[in-house]
């Protein structure tokens, strides 16, 4: 049984059927499929980690992004348009530097551009009048965009067709306990009882805890917001990144027209998937301090969605205290990227009851041993962590 309708339940349960030839699989979703993050994220795959365990997992996870149309047999729009994030600072460029070596010693792409390259590039970008002066960029030309709700339908019809049963409008609300395992979920249409349970529900993780009757996960539910003007004609063909005092950005071209865009979370704890308007401001003003032209498109609608972020902005693939209960969450604002990977290591998991060496870092108990992977190195403070 998993619970969670959205990317990773998914992609678990196709993972499951497909290559654990497993298809006594249920996934339950409260609302409907991909109504959660996996239909309002800003749509970026990207493998620019370079932690130990980060850094082959989300290599492993941009390798099965190059091939999931084909696996699935369904578009999801794959697009390989390059990430480009730029940097303003001497020591922004060292530590982008640092990360992309590491990247290219552990056979991965990644380039630096020097100014006239990034001119040449990207000439919409303010080279003369930017508040923070642009230095140069680092970009990972295999990185891009993919679309979204495809993504989701995509592993849907591919699990339903392996013999997983999808069930949409079914919430978890209870567990039926006997000792340390679980045995059956209590949820909106009735008792149903279940071997193994596999959690994949993003920011109401820490919600689904308590009802397990579990204490003390290392986790906060925090709002991120995401912004979309009206369609335009192409005029941005990469994904662009930056961070400027403190302060996070990522815009991209949707292949509809418009201009995708985001920035920080909202900065408080919450379980609404609404966000506060002083944000949407701060965001366009983060877009029109490098791209001034675009003061002239319309936004068109902005929405928010519920993160789960960790302590050091690494997630968990793992068991749990419980004897056939395991955890997916803590993937902060970067999950959509690690779709095929999540659902692959987590399914493996599930099936085979012990994690594969890629994910054997992503454990519950890494704050107790003292072995963070803090990739920012900006500590315990979760809504640091993007
Ligand atoms: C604005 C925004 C921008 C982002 N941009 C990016 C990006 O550019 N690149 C990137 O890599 N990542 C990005 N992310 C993060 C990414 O979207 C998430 O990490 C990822 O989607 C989480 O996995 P999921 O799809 O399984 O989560 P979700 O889609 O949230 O799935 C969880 C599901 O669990 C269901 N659920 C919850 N409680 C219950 C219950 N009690 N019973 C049954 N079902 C339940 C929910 O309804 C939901 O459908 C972004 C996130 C946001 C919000």
Redesign the pocket.
């Known amino acids: 049984m998993i ?8 992609a678990t349960a196709y993972y499951l059927a497909k290559t654990h030839e497993n298809s006594d699989v249920a996934v ?4 409907w ?13 990207r493998s620019d980690y370079h932690l130990p365990g980060n850094r082959e997992f989300f290599e492993h996870s941009l390798e099965l992004w190059e091939n999931l149309s084909h696996e699935l047999n369904y578009n999801v729009m794959f697009s390989q348009r390059g990430y480009v994030s730029l940097v303003h600072s001497p020591s922004s460029e060292d530590e982008r530097a640092r990360a992309f070596n590491i990247m290219r010693m552990t056979g991965s792409d990644g380039e630096y551009w020097p100014l006239q390259r990034v001119r040449k590039e990207i000439p919409l970008l303010d080279f003369e009048r930017a508040r923070f002066p642009i230095h140069g960029a680092f970009c990972q030309p295999r990185a891009g965009t993919a679309r ?1 709700d495809a993504v989701v339908w995509g592993y849907a019809r591919a699990a339903s067709a392996l013999g997983v049963d999808i069930i949409q409008n ?4 209870g567990f039926e306990r006997d000792g340390c395992s679980v045995d059956a979920v209590m ?1 909106s249409r009735g008792r149903i009882g279940l071997n193994k349970l596999g959690l ?5 993780t820490s ?2 805890w308590e009802m397990l009757g579990l204490h003390d996960l290392p986790l906060e539910s925090h709002l ?3 912004f979309v003007t009206e369609p335009v004609k192409p005029i941005l063909n990469h994904v662009i990144a930056f961070i400027v005092g403190g302060q996070d950005f ?1 815009i991209n071209q949707s292949d509809k027209g418009g201009l995708v865009f ?1 920035g920080d979370l909202d900065g408080y704890k919450s379980y609404r998937q609404r966000g506060k308007p002083g944000v949407a401001a701060d965001t366009a003003a983060s877009a029109l301090s490098i791209l001034p032209s675009f003061a002239r498109a319309q936004m068109l609608r902005g ?6 972020m960790t302590m050091d902005g690494s997630p968990f693939i793992c068991d749990t205290p419980l004897d056939n209960v395991y955890l997916n969450a803590g ?9 095929p990977a ?1 659902g692959t290591f987590f399914a493996d998991l599930i099936q085979n009851r012990r994690p594969s060496d890629v994910i054997s870092r992503f454990r519950l108990d890494r704050f107790a041993r003292g072995h963070c992977i803090d990739e920012h190195g900006l500590g315990p403070i979760p809504k640091a962590h993007g």
């Open positions: 619970v969670g309708g959205g990317l990773h339940g998914l339950l979703e409260r609302n499929i991909g109504g959660g993050n996996a239909g309002r994220n800003t749509t970026i795959v979204h079914c919430e978890a609300l949820t994949s529900v993003a920011g109401s919600r689904l991120l917001q995401a990522y985001g929405w928010a969605g519920l993160c789960d993937w902060n604002y970067g999950g959509f990227k690690a779709t999540a």
